[in-house]
């Protein structure tokens, strides 16, 4: 079982920098996908980027591209998404997860972390 744990969030201006972690507990996460997700009590849960095992492909939402970057530290069992030229639209509960790339999808969960965008 791998546990994650994200941190990095916050409360941030509009137009402003985040960089979010996401520290994993096993060293086989370094076989798996990873996705960054966000949600909000008002809206459904939104995959937003992910990043495969070697970190050679990622992928992103229309709503995030160009803005966030997601990448990986597999030496230290870290993924990060750094966000920029963020939007009151951004602020939501982050959280990644893992896909162990055997067809079930992402099982593993962190407990997110909160951005807050101010305008």
């Known amino acids: 079982q791998v546990r994650l744990v994200e941190s990095g969030g916050g409360l941030v201006q509009v137009g402003g920098s985040l960089r979010l972690s996401c520290a994993a507990s096993?060293?086989?996460?370094?076989?798996?996908?990873v996705g960054w997700f966000r949600q909000t009590p008002r809206k459904e849960r939104e995959l937003v980027a992910t990043?495969?095992?070697?970190?050679?492909?990622?992928w992103y939402a229309d709503s995030v591209k160009g803005r966030f970057s997601v990448s990986r530290d597999n030496a230290a069992n870290m993924i990060y998404l750094q966000m920029t030229s963020l939007k009151p639209e951004d602020t939501a509960r982050y959280y990644c997860a893992a896909d162990e790339t055997d067809g079930l999808g992402y099982r593993h969960w962190g407990q997110g972390t909160q951005v807050t965008v101010s305008s």
């Open positions: 096993a060293s086989t996460f370094t076989s798996y996908s």
């Open positions: 990043i495969n095992w070697g970190g050679s492909d990622t």
